[in-house]
């Protein structure tokens, strides 16, 4: 449970990455938060950080909660459809099919985040360094099935998306009862928090992974979550410059890895822009309230939206479905203006017609 806003964005080019790679016979492999999620965490009995109930799904096919932190669609599942293709299925829906982790899975989990301590009151989640252990279980699953050489060109081959980090700000250290916001300035957080990425990225590579996108995060301070904290409901200044001072030090290390790593093509996409201009002028985008959910989640207690909660008239025109993740509207909206983006083009460039 996360997260705020900046997945939007992220998963927007993500998924768009994968289902277009998807068309060129290269899969993806998704590591992230609850706005990337499609269910993993569905299959964790004592976790706490679910969607498994209504009214999320609300407004999905069938109108049914599928663990998705939304009451629909990802924007990955509106790219996915206008592509053709189904989005990667949750990773621990399909652990022992070789078959379908050959095609591309999703490792998400609600919760999740860099540092494994980040989300420990949700009890159980996958941390990304869980993320990462299940993905070296993928790895040795393929090479099982089709031999050293051929699963290491698959992987070399396949895309990655990594949206990870709000986690770590909004359920970890910027929660006053916490360890992490007492015993360490920001300045000490963001190094610890980068330098475990740091790793975490280069234990990829080592695994395989060649072509990654990396989202950075979006202005958090600007999620209903964290708007309560202000008495008039504004913006919180100081968190989105934080948060601007980590995507600064991940551009940094993706830099460096790239020039170090033979073969690395690691990309960071900023979406830090677009996200705070949907919020800000939701008008301009067809919304009329972006400053509280349409759950009426009242933010200062959990933020998400309880089976009793009473959801607003028309869901279409508010960005936030619940005090942490946006609406249906919202990632449609996204989902649309990203379709043509070109930013994954030097990871999966189009097919070349026949």
Known sequence: MTVGVRIWVGLAVASAMGALASAASIVTYVFGDSLTEVGNNNYLQYSLARSDYPWYGVDFSGGQATGRFT????????????????????????????????????????????????????????????????FKKTKEAIEAKIGEDAANKHLNEALYFIGIGSNDYVNNFLQPFLADGQQYTHEEFVELLTSTLDNQLMRLYELGARKVLFHGLGPLGCIPSQRVKSRKGQCL??????????????????????????????????????????????????????????????????????????????????????????????????????????????????????
């Open 237 to 354: 200044t100081q968190v989105n410059e934080w948060v601007r001072q980590f995507n600064s030090k991940v551009q940094t290390i993706i830099a460096n890895l790239n020039k170090k790593l033979s073969g690395a093509n690691l990309k960071f996409a900023d979406s830090y822009p677009a996200v705070f201009d949907l919020i800000n002028n939701p008008t301009a985008y067809g919304f009329k309230i972006s400053n509280t959910s349409c759950c009426n989640v009242d933010t200062s207690i959990g933020g998400l939206c309880l089976p009793n909660s009473k959801l607003c008239r028309d869901r279409r025109y508010y960005v936030f479905w619940d005090a942490f993740h946006p609406s249906d509207a919202a990632n449609e909206v996204l989902a649309n203006e990203l379709f043509a983006s070109s930013l994954f083009t030097s990871l999966a460039p189009p097919p070349k017609p026949h």
């Open 71 to 134: 009451n629909g669609r990802t924007i990955g599942d509106i790219i996915s459809a206008k592509l053709g293709i189904p989005s990667p299925p949750p990773y621990l829906s399909v652990p022992n099919n070789v078959d379908k982790l050959l095609q591309g899975v999703n490792y998400a989990s609600g919760g999740a985040g860099i540092l494994n301590e980040t989300g420990l009151y949700f009890i159980q989640r996958l941390s990304f360094d869980d993320q990462i252990n299940y």
